[in-house]
């Protein structure tokens, strides 16, 4: 009741002072009943273990622990009336106010583009309309934040980067330091890259604050090649300190684009994206209100699309504004961007919350905030969907609302990476500061944890953090390598109901004893960090539902790690490097098939005995072995025929020479990625290949040392829906055929360590949705795959160190500019990059 009312209450607290307070008094209240709640279920969970002598002894050791926290709940309720009855009396019920619940269900699209056509044009023509002019050439870019920047430039640059050897885009932070920004942009260009072969680059560096930015990195960049350079700012300041060609101001949308605009969004929906003549008035009044800033138009314009084409509906959208106007609590674009935050519903505007704690411009995995939520207790199993499943339709929601940004989408059209708009993540850290949410350190002397939920760390002195009381924390997420984690063992022992720490890519070696007194303990991430040994006392985080320890130095696993019963998810692989790059599984105790709740299981170490005992775990949607050996087939395959829910299964044998006799892998129809790395029984490869007939959600195929041939790998074909392939020194034929209507939805294609291949043959009809193509190490492969004029969809090919004669005629009719038959098949794909190592040569072809 209290959370309803805290929901109900939220859009009328900014208007009046005294709403603002019961508000707030209400929260900490709240709080603090969550709090008993939490350490009462502990208490009582741990009286119900050991024997009658046990069980006895922790009721008389509990006997002042209840008695505590019942004073506790006595002193809570006697605030919760008196604050009912001071809040009835001076504020009544005039903050009562109707909300509709109506909300329509909306999916992900793209942006929206109006208003920056003559931009475009501008910076198209400045960047590519004299290539033959070789030196620095600077844009510059700036507005006010969320005008449309970053837009203008990301689709310039998607368009034109195809015709640079090589393309980065840059973000800076506010507090960039030098050293860092070059480390990040020689990543960005790629380590491996040599040089003198960059004939062409091109740069984008987004959101720069300070005007010498340019002058501290200009003298890195060689000044005899065709370099074009991008910045945006949000201040004149700098955009005028570069010496630039081309200074675009991005001013605020005009009334008719304005209105496209919003009618995009608003009415996206619709097919004629036209405003019903009852409800122009309204959308007149909202656009006034966002001022022509795409942001605001694309926030609000989202937020009415999830609403009934009504006037009430949308009446009420309004009023809500209007609340908020009154006292012009967060002036312009901060009012649109509340609004939406108010229509957010508690779970999903905690998630939301949440997103802000990571640093600036930071891009947040999906699997990594999916886990965070879940810990956090934000998503609820529903409709018959798992935890996972509802929190990626929270992300997706999120994103629809223009509340986070799409970085990057994996070939399934799923979020893979996002970020949070700088305006978006102001009003969210300012949201969930003075809720007590969450809070930001970045190194302040005098900074203070009161009483706040959640903490995130930004910087690696964490002296005074060690000196704040924690008591009400309940998440530490530590984003610097440079944390000294021994300063913060006086706030972890103090913080006894944490449920979440995340010290990822930390240099952290040996977890402090403190962390294991954390009973409430849900999320424990050390990926990429140098914990070596994980001590038995791990087993007394009886709440752990996450342990995420990819990357790290741990060879084995604890034999208590079995009595976490709750554990959905164990991701345990050491830093080691496997076979082929892959990380290393690791050991796991005997015990772990009383883990029934696993959902994830990646990566273990193969024994007989580790298979038997994972054959008990029937709920698990990812599964990865690695050091499999033949004689380990029988119990895998039997362990995998009760795994009915598997999305993700990978398993990489102990060498590429072990061969797997897997004619008794029956893979479960619910199968989407699959990675298997060793030889396949050639005999029985066939029967084995067209046996997952039945598997039409799998999307991605990884196959490694398999020894395909030509017959085999007709069989492959059945898989209709892959969107990804990738065969590494796993096919052995000369030629390679793709027939008509085979791989329909194909979008990637990898070859790579074929030494025999010499043939590639596609028909037309095949391979319709190809966007990459990759031959690797393949030196027998002297000509262009017959038929790759038929893939009109083909955007990139890359020729890595195939047959040494076509990668220099094709070197030579680019040189030539010659455009004979063979050339011209190939003259519709974007970007052609060649390679051979043996020469030192990598080349843009085209």
Request: hydrophobic share 40%; aromatic share 8%; with cysteine.
């Amino acid at each position: 009741m209290m959370k309803a009312y805290l929901h109900d209450t939220e859009k009328f607290k900014d208007t009046s002072e005294a709403t603002g307070i019961f508000v707030k008094k209400t929260r900490d209240l709240a709080f603090r009943i969550e709090d008993v709640i939490d350490e009462f279920m502990y208490k009582l969970e741990a009286n119900k273990h050991g024997g009658f002598t046990s069980k006895v002894k922790k009721k008389i050791k509990h006997v002042k622990i209840w008695r505590r926290l019942a004073l506790e709940l006595r002193d809570i309720n006697v605030e919760l009336e008196d604050t009912a009855k001071r809040r009835g009396r001076y504020i009544g019920g005039s903050d009562h106010h109707e909300r509709s619940t109506n909300q329509t269900s909306c999916f992900v699209r793209e942006e929206d583009l109006v208003g920056i056509e003559d931009n475009v044009d501008k910076l198209t023509r400045w960047l590519v309309g004299d290539l033959e002019e070789t030196n620095h050439k600077i844009a510059t870019v700036w507005g006010m934040g969320g005008a449309g920047k970053t837009t203008l430039v990301d689709y310039v640059y998607k368009t034109v980067k195809m015709d640079f050897d090589i393309a980065a885009w840059i973000t800076v932070s506010r507090s960039y330091n030098v050293e860092d920004l070059l480390k990040k942009i020689a990543r960005e260009f790629g380590i491996s890259v040599d040089a003198r072969n960059m004939e062409m680059r091109n740069l984008v560096m987004d959101d720069v604050w300070e005007n010498d930015l340019w002058i501290n990195i200009m003298d890195v960049f060689p000044k005899h090649c065709v370099s074009r350079f991008i910045l945006t700012s949000r201040k004149y300041e700098v955009a005028s300190s570069v010496n630039s060609g081309c200074i675009i101001k991005i001013e605020p949308l005009g009334e008719n684009h304005s209105w496209e605009l919003f009618c995009n969004v608003a009415f996206r929906n619709n097919d004629d994206k036209r405003c019903p003549s009852e409800l122009v008035d309204l959308a007149a009044k909202f656009l006034q209100k966002c001022e022509g800033l795409p942001i605001a138009i694309a926030c609000i314009g989202r937020l009415l699309s999830c609403k009934p084409l009504a006037y009430f509906s949308w009446k009420n959208v309004y009023e809500q504004l209007e609340l908020q106007s009154v006292k012009n609590v967060i002036p312009g674009v901060d009012i649109i961007l509340k609004v939406s935050l108010q229509d957010l519903s508690p779970e999903l505007k905690n998630c939301f919350l949440h997103c802000a704690i990571f640093p600036e411009d930071y891009q947040m995995k999906r699997r990594r905030l999916i886990m965070h939520w879940a810990a956090a207790g934000f998503i609820k199993e529903k409709d018959n969907k798992t935890l996972e499943e509802v929190a990626e339709g929270y992300l997706n929601e999120l994103v629809n609302r223009s509340l986070l940004q799409v970085v990057k989408k994996n070939e399934f059209g799923r979020v893979k990476r996002c970020r949070m708009h700088d305006v978006v993540r102001h009003l969210a850290l300012d949201k969930a500061e003075k809720e007590c949410f969450g809070k930001i350190y970045e190194g302040s002397k005098t900074f203070s944890v009161d009483s706040t939920r959640r903490l995130s760390i930004l910087s690696g002195n964490v002296v005074p953090l060690s000196q704040s009381g924690a008591t009400r924390l309940r998440a530490i997420h530590a984003f610097t390598s440079s944390v000294n984690v021994d300063l913060l063992r006086p706030i972890i022992a103090s913080a006894n109901l944490l449920s979440t720490l995340d010290l990822q890519g930390t240099q952290i070696k040996i977890l402090p004893n403190e962390v294991f007194s954390l009973f409430n303990l849900r999320f424990l991430g050390l990926r990429n960090t140098g914990v070596e040994i994980l001590p038995e006392a791990v087993g007394k985080l009886q709440n752990l539902e996450v342990l995420d320890a990819i990357g790290t130095g741990l060879v084995t696993l604890p034999k208590d790690i079995a009595k976490l019963k709750k554990l959905r998810s164990l991701y345990v692989c050491t830093r080691i490097v496997g076979v082929d790059g892959h990380l290393v599984g690791i050991n796991v105790p005997r015990g772990i098939s009383n883990m029934s709740g696993l959902h994830a299981l990646y990566s273990v170490k193969a024994s007989l005995e580790t298979l038997s005992d994972v054959a008990a775990l029937t709920e698990l949607r990812t599964f990865g072995v690695c050091h499999v050996i033949s004689e380990h087939s029988f119990n895998l395959c039997s362990a995998i025929r009760n795994m009915r829910h598997l999305v993700h299964l990978s398993i990489i044998a102990s060498n590429e020479n072990e061969v797997l006799p897997f004619e008794a892998l029956c893979l479960p129809g619910s199968l989407s990625k699959l990675e298997i790395e060793g030889q396949l029984e050639k005999q029985r490869m066939p029967k084995i290949l067209s046996s997952w007939l039945h598997l039409n959600n799998l999307t991605r195929l990884c196959l490694a040392f398999s020894k395909l041939d030509e017959d085999s790998f007709s069989c492959l074909m059945v898989l209709r829906n892959l969107c990804f392939l990738q065969l590494g020194k796993a096919y052995d034929g000369t030629k390679l055929y793709f027939s008509a209507l085979s791989f329909p939805r194909l979008r990637t294609l990898a070859l790579w360590g074929s030494p025999q291949l010499n043939e590639v043959r596609i028909e037309e009809g095949a391979l319709m949705s190809l966007v990459d193509l990759v031959f690797s190490e393949c030196p027998e492969l002297n000509q262009l795959p017959h038929g790759i004029e038929y893939l009109t969809a083909l955007e990139e090919l890359y020729l890595l160190d195939i047959a040494v004669e076509l990668i220099e005629k094709l070197r030579l009719e680019r040189k030539g500019n010659q455009c004979n038959e063979e050339f011209m098949k190939i003259s519709h794909i974007k970007k052609i990059v060649a390679r051979l190592t043996d020469k030192n040569i990598w080349e843009r072809i085209c």
